[in-house]
């Protein structure tokens, strides 16, 4: 039985320290291996990702707000007043041990759990709280889930701050915003034009979605691997954009690096070179490794099927425009800003460059513009409203998360679907293909066009036909919310649904 | 480290403390810190005292208060010490407090010193720690113990 805890008192002189003693005395008595992070004035002593991950429960004896509680989302915790602890400690230790064991996600319950393939019934004890932390008895779906998830969830700040940041430059700036060059705000910003600010916006935001795929690679990398999973997983993704895998790539990379990392750090070695693993070798030839396979091995295929679908894509386009609507709908939507997306919106952006100059309106190219640009929208907004409609089918942070997602769609950044595809890919992504399907051919039959390259919503004024092109966009939100609402159905109702933010959250609260 | 100030002497502790009230056992407590030129403003240090106070009361389990602030009146880290026969209520569910522990903490107090009030407090929580200040007698034996027995990690 491994026990972690947070103390923490309003002056951080007395309390914090006592109610530490006294959480470590009375475990020590009970024979349970605990480690205090005391958060006082004397300098924190944080608890080390490893000793959390291997924590079988968590105890917060905190009168503060907990410093970092990101670190243990996913255990099962005891929240008490730290004068609580002090005054009691081996209640709260036995509320420790109560609590621990009535979890379904010990060992024993997971096997007694039918081993969800697509995580429905992961109700692991450990989310994406830090390292190692998927339980030894789940199922090969509920771990893969939970790297997910893990990578997920160190991707959703980049996924906010850069595409609000980009939607807030089009609000300010307009579409062409997304010309500007990083030269253009250097040394000489205005701070008393609206256009340098919305450029900095932009490029920020920019800045920020290159961290994405690296950054989710990374962190399910790590989620694998633990430390050393890291720079692998970051170096393997941002390879993966080099090559145009873009994200789902850097899922690839992800697990390659992880278990890379994890292979290499089992590896045992005289006691005199250990000290170098952590620091040298495994760094080294982990990253190398990522690198190899993402470049040599997987580069090439990659990139094949990238360029295979570009050229398939031109030699459709004088076909039948409805089904052309169609099926860049399903590929917006396929991989959600991923290599099939950029396929289908590169070739309606290097359309629309080819008849900049030509004065009609009613070009093909801006038709097909218009058609990616609307079935682009419908994923997030999709999931927007179906986090509304049917609250209880998402976790607390997907609920959040699907605030944000109103933004980004109406913004053009299908971006803001990833974070619920990436953790439950087989019943989100059909669903948004479905929708962004009847959106594109919508589109392509009410013949509405577009001149911008990009900005959502905020270009509206910019669409021919914009009456049936927002009715195109709303039709496919719709059927995408409603997929998505019948697909969480199937297989959900053997199982509760659960997931562990939710389940401690729910705890917390009740315990609180 | 070694030129860190003990955290408490003889002339901080008193051993038969009798007081009426926190407030009362809190101000003798105050006056020795005072006294030995620890705290430089008296009234100013009880006022930083009372509004730790008044936030939650400090009395423990076990016999135990522990009035405490972080002041800008205090001039080094130190540890009052009374030790109550008769006993003084600090709002511990428990009865009153046989030892009582002003600990004082400058503000922008060293690492070191807020480290080792730190280890003070976690040695209140021993049985055995608290016996010994109980039965040690003399401000001397008091101020010794504590010493002793609080020192850097």
């Known amino acids: 039985m491994r026990i972690v805890a947070v103390t923490s008192c309003i002056a951080g002189i007395a309390h914090t320290y006592m109610a530490a003693e006294a959480l470590e005395q009375s475990a020590k008595k009970s024979g349970y291996d605990i480690q205090v992070e005391t958060q006082g004035a004397a300098g924190s002593n944080p608890l080390s990702a490893a000793t959390i991950a291997a924590a079988d429960v968590v105890i917060f004896a905190a009168d503060l707000e907990v410093k970092d509680k990101a670190r243990f989302a996913g255990k099962p915790t005891v929240t008490v007043g730290v004068s609580k602890a002090l005054a009691d400690a081996p209640t709260v230790i036995q509320q420790a041990v109560d609590l621990y064991e009535s979890t379904p996600a010990t060992p024993a319950g997971t096997a007694a759990a039918p081993a969800a393939t697509v995580g429905a019934a992961a109700a692991a004890a450990s989310g994406p709280s830090l390292a190692t932390k998927v339980p030894k008895g789940a199922g090969v779906g509920t771990r893969i889930r939970q790297y997910l998830m893990t990578g997920v969830s160190y991707m959703i700040p980049f996924v906010a701050a850069g595409g609000l940041l980009i939607a807030l430059s089009f609000i300010i700036g307009g579409y062409e915003i997304v010309s500007v060059k990083p030269a253009d705000i250097i040394g000489n910003f205005n701070a008393f034009s609206s256009h340098d600010w919305a450029a900095l916006m932009f490029l920020v935001g920019a800045a920020t979605f290159g961290f994405l795929v690296p950054v989710l690679s990374g962190f399910i990398a790590f989620a694998i691997a633990d430390r050393p999973g890291i720079a692998p997983g970051i170096v393997g993704g941002a390879i993966a954009l080099t090559v145009g895998a873009g994200f789902l790539g850097g899922l690839v990379s992800g697990f390659v690096a992880g278990f890379i990392a994890l292979g290499i750090s089992r590896i045992k070695l005289p006691a005199a070179f250990r000290s170098l693993m952590p620091v040298i070798i495994i760094p080294l030839l982990a990253t190398f490794a990522t690198g190899l396979i993402m470049f040599v091995i997987l580069g090439a295929p990659l990139k094949a099927v990238s360029t295979g679908l570009s050229d398939w894509l031109n030699s459709l386009s004088g076909g039948n425009l409805i089904l052309l609507g169609i099926l860049l709908g399903l590929m917006m939507a396929f991989d959600m800003g991923g290599p099939v997306n950029k396929v289908a919106y590169a070739f309606a952006t290097t359309g629309l460059a080819s008849v900049a100059l030509d004065g009609d309106p009613n070009s093909v190219q801006f038709k097909i513009m218009a058609i990616v640009m609307a079935a682009g929208m419908t994923p997030p907004l999709g999931l927007a409203l179906a986090t509304v409609i049917r609250r209880k089918l998402f976790t607390v942070a997907e609920r959040e998360n699907g605030k944000a997602a109103w933004v980004l769609g109406a913004s053009f950044i299908t971006e803001g679907a990833i974070p619920f595809a990436a953790v439950d890919p087989l019943r989100v992504i059909p669903s948004l293909m479905v929708g962004s399907g009847v959106t594109g051919g919508l589109v392509a039959a009410f013949g509405s066009t577009l001149r911008a390259p990009h900005g959502g919503i905020w270009v509206t004024p910019l669409v021919g036909q914009p009456f049936l092109y927002v009715l195109a966009i709303l039709i496919g939100t719709v059927v995408t919310a409603l997929l998505v609402i019948v697909a969480k159905n199937l297989k959900r109702s053997a199982v509760p649904l659960t997931d562990p933010l939710e389940e401690s959250y729910a705890r917390e609260t009740a315990i609180a | ?153």
């Open chain 2, 1 to 153: 480290m070694a030129s860190t100030t003990p955290l408490t002497e003889a002339g901080l502790v008193i051993v038969d403390l009798a007081a009426p009230t926190k407030d009362e056992a809190t101000r003798q407590l105050a006056q020795t810190l005072f006294d030995q030129g620890r705290v430089s403003d008296l009234d100013g240090f009880l006022a930083d005292v009372r509004a730790r106070e008044a936030q939650m009361a400090t009395g423990l389990p076990g016999g135990i208060g522990i009035p405490h602030a972080r002041s800008s009146h205090v001039t080094v880290a130190s540890v009052a010490v009374g030790v109550s026969p008769a006993g003084v209520d600090f709002g511990a569910e428990d009865g009153p407090a046989h030892l009582i522990f002003l600990i004082a903490a400058p503000d922008g107090a060293d690492q070191n010193h807020l480290v080792i009030l730190a280890q003070l407090a976690r040695k209140l929580v021993h049985d055995d720690f608290r016996q010994s200040l109980r039965d040690a007698g003399t401000p001397e034996a008091v101020a010794e113990i504590v010493t002793r027995e609080v020192v850097l990690p």
